[in-house]
Structures are given as structure tokens and as C-alpha cells.
């Protein structure tokens, strides 16, 4: 049976096939050629299963998101198939998954990688996404200088800024922290220069907690954290990876047509309580941070810790 008779169909792209980045291409990629890249090859056989037996063309590549070569192969390989049109970016490791050096290669200098080169083959009038997270928003992990370093310096060189050096980096909670606000900052800069030349949009979503195998992860490790996170969250209870796939289908859409170089905070009020000190971080995640507010002690600190 052939279910698509229609050539020079757009791509879609989604780079770490997991549950969030799917559950947001569903809503978009009709009609389109579908590209998925991941590090789990059980992963990519998966989701092509999933996805051809709802009738879509679809193609997977074997990529590990922390590797220039590879994410430029990707890139290649999505304009190869088509005009990309859409390109999500959710590949990343929480705290509970990896030391802190992988995670500011993989959610920091990755996504630089990523922007980069999908900056090159974007569509005029095609629309990303990069998953970020409401860690971005805790504290100012980074300085106004620091900002800029990460905006300007060029991927290959990231790892070699000071504020990334493994002194101020010390454990994984921080390094995430540091890698989802430098996302922001990433999406403000390629909106401005390679994707807004090309008449592409990029933004960011900044999930609170949502279901996933990655959010399972944190639960085992720190389930009475997460617990009383959720229980301070005005909406009282976790987010699941379809608000997030509604969040993702309107920043994608036309319906966002003025929206670039933005975040989208998705946290059903997390950082709100946080920012009228209705939740308060615990001591040990404070202790865990503290470099970062030895380092910026005259900025002012977004939440308040409990003793
Ligand atoms: N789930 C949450 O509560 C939450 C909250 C805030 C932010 N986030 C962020 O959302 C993003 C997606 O997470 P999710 O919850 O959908 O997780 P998920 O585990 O469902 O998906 C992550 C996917 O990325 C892939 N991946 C991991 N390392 C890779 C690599 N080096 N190269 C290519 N692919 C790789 C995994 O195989 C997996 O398919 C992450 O960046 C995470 O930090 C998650």
C-alpha cells in the first residue's frame, strides 16, 4: 500500500526521540517527511515503527547530540530529504543521569552544535524548538558578563569559558542548572543572526515537571525534593508531555508567526511559588550551588532556601 503519492514533501525533524519531542511532532508533522535522531538505536526503531503504521515516511539516523560531526551529519541528512521545516531539539541528561562534564557537553555545547547547524538548512518561514527547562530560572547561574560569553563564544570553544571550567561546575544539579539557562540565551542569539537571516523562528520551552523516563530518574534519587516541589506547585500536581506537545504545536504554528528568540515557561507555577517564597529549595541543593552564589553574590536570588 502506498499512503503518500505527494514528492517534495517539508521534514520534519526531531532530535532525541523521547517522550516530550514526540508527543510534539505528532501535533505538527502531517503531510511531512519525518526525521528522527537519537543515541538508542532500540529508541529509533521504536518510534519508526510507531510512526510509519500511522501512514508517514519516515527516517532515522544514529546520533549522539554531544558530537559536532554528528549533529552536522544530521543536519545534512535532513536537508538531503526535503525543505526542513520544523526542526525539536529534546536531547539532553538530567542530574540523575550524568556527571556534570557530560551534562554541559551534551545540554549546553550539544545544543550550540545543534543551532548551528540546523542555522544552515532551516527553511525560510520553518519554526524550531529547543527543550529547556524551569532550572533555567532558579537562580542567576551566570553573570551579565558570562551571558554574553556563552551567546558569542563559538560552540568548539564553550568548554573552554572559565564559568564552565569543572571549579565553578562542581556537581551535576549545577551544571544543569547552568546548561538550561544557557539555552535561553543560545535561542536569543541564533534567532538574531543564522536562523532570523534565513526567516526562521527558534524559541525554547521551559517544562516544569512532566512525566517522563528522565523525570522517573530524578524521582528515584530525590523523591522527597520532587514531592514537595509538586505539592507547592499552584496547580498542584505534575505536568504530563502532552501540555508540553500543545505548548510545542503553538510555538511551532503560524499561530506564533511574531514569536522568536523566546522562552515559554511551561511549569504550572512552579517558579512563580518559588519567586514568592512559597517554595523553598532544600539546604542541600543549596549547598550543592553554592559556587555559583560565591561567584554572583551581588545578584539578586530568584527563590529563597529553606535552613
Ligand atoms: N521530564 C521533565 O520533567 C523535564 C523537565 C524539564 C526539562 N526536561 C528536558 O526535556 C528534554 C527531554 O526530556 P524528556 O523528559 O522528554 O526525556 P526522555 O528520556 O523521554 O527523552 C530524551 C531522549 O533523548 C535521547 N538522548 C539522550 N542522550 C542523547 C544523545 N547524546 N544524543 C541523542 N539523543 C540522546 C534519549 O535516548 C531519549 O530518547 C531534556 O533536555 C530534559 O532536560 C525534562
Not at 532570523?196 to 517544562?207: C, V, Y
Given at each position: 500500500?502506498?499512503?503518500?503519492?505527494?514528492n517534495?514533501?517539508?521534514?520534519?525533524?526531531?532530535l532525541?526521540?523521547g517522550?516530550?519531542?514526540?508527543?510534539?511532532?505528532?501535533r505538527?508533522?502531517?503531510?511531512?517527511?519525518?526525521?528522527?535522531?537519537?543515541?538508542?538505536?532500540?529508541?529509533?526503531?521504536?518510534?519508526?515503527?510507531?510512526y510509519?503504521?500511522?501512514?508517514?515516511?519516515v527516517?532515522?539516523?544514529?546520533?549522539?547530540a554531544?558530537?559536532?560531526?554528528?549533529?552536522?551529519?544530521?543536519?545534512?541528512?535532513?536537508?538531503?530529504?526535503?525543505?526542513?521545516?520544523?526542526?525539536i531539539?529534546?536531547?539532553?541528561?538530567?542530574?540523575?543521569?550524568?556527571?556534570?562534564?557530560k551534562i554541559?557537553?551534551?545540554?549546553?555545547?550539544?545544543?550550540?552544535?545543534a543551532?548551528?547547524?540546523?542555522?544552515?538548512?532551516?527553511a525560510?518561514?520553518?519554526a524550531?524548538?529547543?527543550i529547556?527547562?524551569?532550572?533555567?530560572?532558579?537562580?542567576?547561574?551566570?553573570?551579565q558578563?558570562?551571558?554574553?560569553?556563552?551567546?558569542t563564544?563559538?560552540?568548539?570553544?564553550?568548554?573552554e569559558?572559565?564559568?564552565?571550567?569543572?571549579?565553578?561546575?562542581?556537581?551535576?544539579?549545577?551544571?544543569?542548572i547552568?546548561?538550561?539557562?544557557?539555552n535561553?540565551?543560545?535561542?536569543?542569539?541564533?534567532?538574531?543572526h543564522e536562523?532570523?537571516?534565513?526567516?526562521?523562528?527558534?524559541?525554547?520551552?521551559?517544562?516544569g515537571?512532566?512525566?517522563?523516563?528522565?523525570?522517573?530518574?530524578?524521582?528515584?534519587?530525590?523523591?522527597?525534593?520532587?514531592q514537595?516541589?509538586?505539592?507547592?506547585?499552584?496547580?498542584?500536581?505534575v505536568?504530563?508531555?502532552?501540555?508540553?506537545g500543545?505548548?510545542?504545536?503553538?510555538?511551532?504554528?503560524?499561530?506564533?508567526?511574531?514569536?522568536?528568540?523566546t522562552?515559554?515557561?511551561?511549569?504550572?507555577?512552579t517558579?512563580?511559588?518559588?519567586?514568592?517564597?512559597q517554595?523553598?529549595?532544600?539546604?542541600?541543593?543549596?549547598?550543592?550551588?553554592?559556587?555559583i552564589?560565591?561567584?554572583?553574590?551581588k545578584?539578586?536570588?530568584?527563590?529563597?532556601?529553606?535552613?
Open positions: 500500500m502506498i499512503f503518500d503519492r505527494n517534495n514533501r517539508d521534514v520534519a525533524v526531531l532525541g526521540a517522550s516530550m519531542g514526540t508527543t510534539i511532532l505528532r505538527v508533522c502531517a503531510g511531512m517527511t519525518i526525521l528522527f535522531g537519537d543515541i538508542s538505536e532500540k529508541r529509533l526503531d521504536e518510534v519508526k515503527k510507531e510509519e503504521s500511522y501512514g508517514y515516511a527516517e532515522t539516523q544514529l546520533v549522539d554531544a558530537s559536532r560531526d554528528s549533529i552536522e551529519a544530521f543536519a545534512q541528512k535532513a536537508a538531503s530529504l526535503g525543505s526542513v521545516k520544523y526542526y531539539h529534546t536531547a539532553g541528561a538530567s542530574p540523575n543521569q550524568a556527571p556534570p562534564e554541559i557537553a551534551l545540554d549546553l555545547v550539544g545544543s550550540a552544535y543551532l548551528d547547524a540546523f542555522g544552515k538548512v532551516m525560510a518561514g520553518g524550531g524548538l529547543l529547556s527547562s524551569q532550572t533555567g530560572y532558579m537562580f542567576p547561574p551566570l553573570s558578563e558570562e551571558e554574553m560569553q556563552i551567546m563564544t563559538p560552540p568548539d570553544k564553550l568548554a569559558l572559565p564559568c564552565l571550567s569543572n571549579e565553578r561546575i562542581t556537581n551535576s544539579g549545577t551544571a544543569y547552568v546548561a538550561k539557562k544557557a535561553h540565551l543560545q535561542v536569543q542569539y541564533a534567532a538574531t536562523w532570523g537571516k534565513r526567516g526562521a523562528r527558534i524559541n525554547t520551552i521551559s517544562p515537571i512532566i512525566i517522563t523516563p528522565l523525570a522517573y530518574d530524578e524521582f528515584s534519587a530525590n523523591g522527597e525534593g520532587y514537595r516541589m509538586i505539592d507547592a506547585t499552584p496547580m498542584r500536581r505536568g504530563s508531555p502532552d501540555e508540553i500543545a505548548a510545542g504545536a503553538f510555538l511551532l504554528s503560524d499561530a506564533a508567526s511574531y514569536i522568536t528568540g522562552d515559554l515557561l511551561v511549569d504550572g507555577g517558579i512563580a511559588a518559588m519567586k514568592n517564597g517554595f523553598q529549595l532544600g539546604l542541600s541543593v543549596l549547598r550543592k550551588s553554592l559556587n552564589l560565591k561567584q554572583n553574590r545578584l539578586p536570588i530568584v527563590g529563597s532556601f529553606r535552613s
